[in-house]
């Protein structure tokens, strides 16, 4: 009796000495990644005041909280950590950034802003007196993503005090983050009311990811969204809303590409080219936010995928 349980301790210790090695590795592999940090659109998830069956789902206990669209970018080799847009959300971002990714002594190395929506840079606000007062943190900007922050209270006052440090980007010039992490803004047609609106890519080591949280539609787009999505390893795409209809208003004044626009765009390429495509920035409306629903599965089945809060995508 006593030999087959000494076997036994042997067998579990092997196996998890097996699954600790494998962690390990998976690990070192990934020490450039990006990290899918909200997936909601600007409004979160419940929206405020809305009786429809989608935010009872959540409230009715059916649903999880949705975190605002945001991706972090992670370098374990440099020891920085970067957000995609500063959401209604970033204290909750940041910590997850700092509980589950990296926490050193820099709350953030710098946050790229896509434009002026609300889900988009009010978050800002998180940097200045009243929270955190920060210390010259990097903020990327397009023009007049820029000049709208220097003139217009309270994000001056982040300007000002030196909670924010801007950092002017340029249509299609690339930044160098360290020797081996390149950003790039794109332009990308948009409702401008204050400022321009860009997508990035996102370069590492090996890999290549796209991220286009909102755009109009692709046809308005002087590039092919299909010729971009083969360019890349990762497309995180705009899908807002999945088909017209979808809020009892007229949906032209707030275009964005519908998923099954999307969708039968790509119908025709292949499914390698289907796997590249993630889904992100969710309408609370877009049954495809829930965890589960038979709408997402049925794109799921054709090679798409939607982004989840937590998954990583090496670089």
């Known amino acids: 009796m006593k030999s087959i349980q000494i076997l036994y301790l042997i067998l579990i210790f092997s196996a998890y000495s097996c699954n600790s090695a494998k962690k390990e590795k998976d690990q070192k592999i990934q020490n450039q990644y990006i990290t899918i940090l909200g997936i909601a659109q600007d409004a979160g998830y419940p929206q405020i005041d809305c009786e429809k069956d989608c935010c009872r789902d959540y409230y009715s206990g059916n649903e999880k909280k949705k975190l605002i669209s945001c991706l972090g970018l992670v370098d374990l080799d440099t020891q920085q950590k970067w957000l995609f847009d500063a959401t209604p959300d970033i204290n909750s971002q940041i910590q997850i950034l700092k509980d589950h990714h990296l926490d050193t002594d820099q709350v953030i190395d710098g946050v790229f802003l896509t434009h002026a929506h609300i889900g988009h840079y009010t978050g800002l606000m998180n940097f200045g007196r009243e929270a955190l007062g920060a210390n010259n943190i990097p903020v990327y900007a397009m023009p007049k993503m820029k000049q709208f922050l220097e003139r217009n209270g309270p ?48 370069k590492g080591n090996s890999k290549k990811a796209l991220f286009i949280p909102d755009i109009d539609k692709w046809n308005k787009w002087e590039r092919n969204i299909i010729e971009e999505v083969k360019k890349v390893d990762y497309a995180f795409l705009d899908a807002s809303f999945f088909r017209d209809g979808e809020l009892n208003r007229d949906m032209s004044k707030i275009p964005h590409p519908f998923t099954t626009e999307t969708t ?34 049925s794109i799921q089945k054709l090679g798409f995928h939607f982004a989840k809060e937590g998954d990583n995508f090496e670089l």
């Open 264 to 297: 039968t765009l790509f119908e025709n390429e292949t499914k390698e080219i289907k796997n590249k495509i993630y889904f992100i920035h969710f309408n609370h409306t877009n049954p495809t936010l829930k965890a589960n629903h038979h709408l997402k599965d």
């Open 155 to 202: 994000w001056s006052q982040l300007v000002d005090l030196n909670n924010i440090e801007l950092k002017p980007l340029a249509h299609d010039s690339t930044i160098m983050l360290n020797t081996s992490l390149k950003v790039t803004p794109v332009l990308v047609p948009h409702r401008d009311e204050f400022s321009e609106t860009v997508g990035y890519t996102i």
